[in-house]
């Protein structure tokens, strides 16, 4: 996802997560850290018209209000930008997080077009994602 946006001379904003990741094994401190970089990603702000793409990444499951979320994000955008949604496809898979974790691909480009996005791509090669490029809808 990240060398598409390279080769189409996109300009890539990266956000690193400062912190630490214990791997114990242990469910509640899994937990711990996910809701530690979660905090994170909401807090991000990017300034209004300043990136060419975002790219969610087997996130997208866990923010919230998604719409809003999404909302603020396209605000960001530059002309011409583009949101990337990577995600796990909905139901059962032998990879990634629960089926009831997972949002049917319907509901994603629902909720990116209530946002004010609509789908301009997809890619159909991943077999367990749904790869989405969405932009600000005219």
């Given at each position: 996802a990240i060398q598409w946006l390279v080769d189409k001379k996109r300009r890539v904003l990266t956000k690193h997560i400062?912190?630490?990741?214990?791997?114990?094994g242990k469910l509640e401190?899994?937990?711990e850290a996910n809701r530690l970089i979660l905090e994170t990603v909401k807090a991000f702000r990017a300034p209004d018209a300043s990136v060419d793409a975002i790219l969610i990444v087997d996130?997208?499951?866990h923010f919230e209000d998604?719409?809003?979320y999404v909302r603020r994000l396209a605000g960001a955008l530059r002309?011409?930008?583009v949101i990337v949604n990577v995600d796990?496809?909905?139901g059962p898979q032998p990879v990634g997080p629960p089926p009831a974790h997972r949002i049917p691909r319907a509901t994603m480009v629902a909720e990116?077009?209530?946002a004010g996005l609509k789908l301009a791509r997809e890619e159909k090669e991943?077999?367990?994602h749904d790869y989405l490029v969405f932009s600000p809808a005219p």
């Open positions: 400062d912190g630490w990741w214990k791997d114990t401190d899994l937990l996130t997208y499951h998604r719409v809003a002309k011409g930008g796990f496809k909905d990116f077009a209530e991943f077999p367990y």
